[in-house]
């Protein structure tokens, strides 16, 4: 008897859960991969689940799908359209969407689970899936990891993945080396001292420490980076103060730093921290600031020679004009952390979601950014198929790549 996908994946789209809090989708998934023979462990890193097959001798390959959703407001009309709510993390009564196709992934993940169950007699090594919480806020692979993943499971040889995104459906893209930004999220805190707004000689003001801290910021990019290396900082939040006449004593700053290069990373973000150690000191400020690092996703560096590898799988499979190469994407993700926690290489596809005609239409007057909705849009509707078909397809062949 062999699981209705297009059902699990409707079922799952009108069941939305936020980061670290599928537990429903989590349980759907831990009921196919027990039927399906594989050994399930469950809450790794929260709601994080792993289904292991051990078939005998050979590689070990990771096949990973995250599951979370996002507080949007559905409004693609499509029959089987999200009307779901949750809380947030602050208690706040949310809609809930499936806008960024996490669904796919999941449902994607376990059709490939099962034909490789199913078709294991013609393969021989070891098959993990792993569904990740968490995505969307930058967490959970790296909750996993220090919830003991390593620990629990083989390590892999090779970490595969794919993300549904506005390519026409039935097309993959690959990228070898960097294929997306890193994405560093700070919050940082400014001590001043605070007192009355007419008396500024006796305080320490965190706001003017705040804006000369903005202002600074932005030269991190135009003097301390090379001009042919690509940095966002961008200070999204910039919070103090309570009354006009009243200095604060603290003044909250924002900050993502976007990059796609681990040493410009590790520059931008000192350069970062030297900026707001540097004009705290020089506003004589009582107490050092607090910076805090909240979100992180490492840049996604596909291994070159694996995703090579992979392309010719998949040009073998498909056909060459259904594999493309779209290129560096600025979006982020934090599935690398699966595969540097093993140190092992990573291949992370997109897999085109979009209807064929309306890209078509779109691409043709050259208005493909504003006609086709972008993940985490209201109006975000991968067609299911061939979507679907080809996403269990595109993890099957590359698992089948290395397990053979
Ligand atoms: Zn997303
Ligand atoms: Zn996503």
């Given at each position: 008897?062999?699981?209705?996908?297009?059902?699990?994946?409707?079922?799952?789209?009108?069941?939305?859960?936020?980061?670290?809090?599928?537990?429903?989708?989590?349980?759907?998934?831990?009921?196919?991969?027990?039927?399906?023979?594989?050994?399930?462990?469950?809450?790794?890193?929260?709601?994080?689940?792993?289904?292991?097959?051990?078939?005998?001798?050979?590689?070990?390959?990771?096949?990973?799908?995250?599951?979370?959703?996002?507080?949007?407001?559905?409004?693609?009309g499509?029959?089987?359209?999200?009307?779901?709510?949750?809380?947030?993390p602050?208690?706040?009564?949310?809609?809930?969407?499936?806008?960024?196709?996490?669904?796919?992934?999941?449902?994607?993940?376990?059709?490939?689970?099962?034909?490789?169950?199913?078709?294991?007699?013609?393969?021989?090594?070891?098959?993990?899936?792993?569904?990740?919480?968490?995505?969307e806020?930058?967490?959970?692979?790296?909750?996993?990891?220090?919830?003991?993943?390593?620990?629990?499971?083989?390590?892999?040889?090779?970490?595969?993945?794919?993300?549904?995104?506005?390519?026409?459906?039935?097309?993959?893209?690959?990228?070898?080396?960097?294929?997306?930004?890193?994405?560093?999220?700070?919050?940082?805190t400014?001590?001043?001292?605070?007192?009355?707004?007419?008396?500024?000689?006796?305080?320490?003001?965190?706001?003017?420490?705040?804006?000369?801290?903005?202002?600074?910021?932005?030269?991190?990019?135009?003097?301390?980076?090379?001009?042919?290396?690509?940095v966002?900082?961008?200070?999204?939040?910039?919070?103090?103060?309570?009354?006009?006449?009243?200095?604060?004593?603290?003044?909250?700053?924002?900050?993502?730093?976007?990059?796609?290069?681990?040493?410009?990373?590790?520059?931008?973000?000192?350069?970062?921290?030297?900026?707001?150690?540097?004009?705290?000191?020089?506003s004589?400020?009582?107490?050092?600031?607090?910076?805090?690092?909240?979100?992180?996703?490492?840049?996604t560096?596909?291994?070159?020679?694996?995703?090579?590898?992979?392309?010719?799988?998949?040009?073998?499979?498909?056909?060459?004009?259904?594999?493309?190469?779209?290129?560096?994407?600025?979006?982020?993700?934090?599935?690398?952390?699966?595969?540097?926690?093993?140190?092992?290489?990573?291949?992370?596809?997109?897999?085109?979601?979009?209807?064929?005609?309306?890209?078509?239409?779109?691409?043709?007057?050259?208005?493909?950014?504003?006609?086709?909705?972008?993940?985490h849009?209201?109006?975000?509707?991968?067609?299911?198929?061939?979507?679907?078909?080809?996403?269990?397809?595109?993890?099957?062949?590359?698992?089948?790549?290395?397990?053979?």
């Open positions: 008897m062999s699981i209705d996908l297009e059902a699990l994946y409707i079922d799952l789209h009108r069941h939305p859960e936020l980061s670290f809090q599928e537990h429903r989708t989590a349980a759907v998934v831990e009921e196919h991969l027990t039927t399906l023979g594989f050994e399930v462990q469950t809450g790794i890193g929260g709601t994080g689940l792993v289904g292991i097959l051990d078939n005998g001798e050979g590689p070990t390959v990771m096949l990973r799908a995250d599951m979370d959703a996002l507080p949007v407001a559905e409004q693609t499509l029959p089987y359209a999200s009307t779901a709510t949750g809380k947030d602050d208690g706040n009564t949310v809609p809930l969407m499936h806008a960024c196709g996490h669904d796919m992934h999941v449902t994607a993940l376990v059709g490939a689970a099962e034909t490789l169950a199913e078709s294991a007699d013609e393969w021989s090594g070891t098959l993990i899936v792993l569904f990740q919480p968490g995505e806020r930058g967490g959970g692979a790296q909750q996993m990891v220090d919830d003991g993943l390593y620990d629990l499971i083989p390590t892999p040889d090779i970490v595969l993945g794919q993300h549904v995104a506005p390519l026409p459906a039935g097309y993959l893209s690959l990228h070898a080396g960097v294929a997306m930004a890193g994405d560093d999220s700070l919050d940082i400014l001590h001043g001292v605070g007192g009355h707004g007419s008396r500024p000689e006796t305080t320490v003001d965190p706001v003017v420490m705040a804006a000369n801290v903005v202002q600074r910021l932005q030269q991190v990019v135009s003097r301390d980076i090379a001009a042919t290396d690509a966002v900082v961008t200070v999204g939040q910039l919070h103090a103060g309570t009354k006009n006449n009243i200095i604060p004593s603290t003044a909250m700053l924002g900050l993502s730093v976007r990059t796609f290069d681990d040493h410009v990373r590790t520059k931008a973000l000192s350069s970062v921290e030297r900026v707001v150690q540097a004009e705290a000191a020089a004589g400020a009582p107490q050092a600031p607090d910076v805090n690092y909240t979100e992180r996703y490492p840049v560096f596909n291994h070159e020679e694996s995703t090579e590898r992979l392309r010719e799988a998949f040009t073998d499979a498909f056909g060459a004009h259904k594999v493309v190469d779209i290129g560096v994407i600025s979006g982020s993700e934090d599935v690398s952390n699966l595969s540097l926690a093993a140190g092992v290489p990573l291949v992370y596809w997109f897999l085109g979601g979009a209807d064929p005609a309306l890209f078509e239409e779109a691409a043709t007057h050259d208005r493909l950014p504003t006609d086709l909705p972008s993940n849009s209201p109006f975000f509707a991968p067609v299911l198929q061939p979507t679907l078909t080809r996403g269990v397809e595109a993890l099957v062949t590359a698992a089948r790549e290395w397990l053979y």
